[in-house]
């Protein structure tokens, strides 16, 4: 147990397994609604998206999901982040994570 620990930590990475596309899918209609009525401050929107959606980009097959105007692929935080943003409804955010992470794991 002490080296899958000491492994896991050496990343900064558990190696648990959690199903972060579905927790981004429950969280995104709350905090945009606490963006609509300002019950959330920007840097608390950020924190929660941050606890919850992967903010690094791989592993990804680059032939299905291409770097756009930049080195590596859109992580699920910067694809919350801009759905946030622009204050996408509901569905579109579903697809769009969804479609994210079919192209990750095929």
């Known amino acids: ?5 000491q492994n896991s930590s050496a990343y900064g990475r558990a190696m648990e397994s959690l199903n972060r596309a579905r927790m981004c899918e429950v969280r995104y ?3 945009l609604a606490s963006l609509d009525t300002a019950s959330m401050t920007q840097a608390e929107v950020d924190a929660a998206v941050a606890s919850c959606a992967e903010g690094y980009p791989f592993p990804t097959n ?9 080195l590596a ?3 699920q935080q910067g694809l919350f982040a801009r759905a946030l943003k622009e204050s996408w409804t509901v569905d579109r955010f579903h697809t769009a994570i ?9």
């Open 1 to 5: 147990m002490a080296n899958l620990l």
């Open 29 to 31: 209609p709350v905090l």
């Open 62 to 70: 680059l032939d299905r999901d291409p770097p756009l105007g930049g």
């Open 73 to 75: 692929p859109e992580s």
């Open 98 to 106: 969804r479609e994210q992470v079919a192209r990750r794991e095929a």
